[in-house]
Structure formats: structure tokens, C-alpha cells
Nanobody
Framework: QAQLVESGGGVVQPGGSLRLSCVASGKSIRGYTMGWYRQAPGKQREQIATIVQGGRMKYHSDTAKGRFTISRDDANNTVFLQMNNLTSEDTGVYLC????????????WGQGTQVTVSS
């Protein structure tokens, strides 16, 4: 059964950095566009960044552009999100998942990893 486990979150001061990891198991991420999402309190889940199969194209939301970078390591079935210059608006639970060419999710949503930006 496919599984996604996110890690790397924590409490950081404004301007700080974090590197999130998403380790997939149960099947390979190679056939999937992978993405990071944020669930903030009282808000809908928001897409932050996606990376296509092979990693040659990436999308970053307007709020993430210039500060966050998504990457993938297919050999280790892992997706990363490097987050720099964090602000309080970046606070939330970060989750990852993927989409196949046919629109199917990689697997069930995991627990996510909490990111709190606070002074």
C-alpha cells in the first residue's frame, strides 16, 4: 500500500529556513507529478509547489516563488521542499502527494509536518 511520510518541520524564526522531506513507500514516485501542499488553520489546502516526472519542470505558487524550491530524488523515492526566508504566513501543516498522468493520487494523505514561523 502506498504511503507518504513527511518530516523536517519545526519552529523557526521569521527569515529562517527549513528543508522538508517526503518519503514515499509502497510504489515508485517515478510515474507521478509530485507536489507539496499547505494546510493552514481555518483555510483550505493550498498547493505550494509541484515537480513533474523526471524533474525537468517545476511550479511554485506566487507565495512560494523565489523562496521555496521543490526537488525530487526518484532513486530514493523522496521529494524535498527547501524553504527560505520564512514568514508567519508560511505557518501550517505541510503535506505531499502525487498525481499520475491519469489524475490518480499517489496514495492517501499522510499526517504532514508542522511548520511554525514565530519570533
Amino acid at each position: 500500500q502506498a504511503q507518504l511520510v513527511e518530516s523536517g518541520g519545526g519552529v523557526v524564526q521569521p527569515g529562517g529556513s527549513l528543508r522538508l522531506s517526503c518519503v514515499a513507500s509502497g510504489k515508485s514516485i517515478r510515474g507521478y507529478t509530485m507536489g507539496w501542499y499547505r494546510q493552514a488553520p481555518g483555510k483550505q489546502r493550498e498547493q505550494i509547489a509541484t515537480i513533474v516526472q523526471g524533474g525537468r519542470m517545476k511550479y511554485h505558487s506566487d507565495t512560494a516563488k523565489g523562496r521555496f524550491t521543490i526537488s525530487r530524488d526518484d532513486a530514493n523515492n523522496t521529494v524535498f521542499l527547501q524553504m527560505n526566508n520564512l514568514t508567519s504566513e508560511d505557518t501550517g501543516v505541510y503535506l505531499c502527494n502525487g498525481k499520475s498522468l491519469y489524475g490518480a493520487d499517489f496514495g492517501p494523505w499522510g499526517q504532514g509536518t508542522q511548520v511554525t514561523v514565530s519570533s
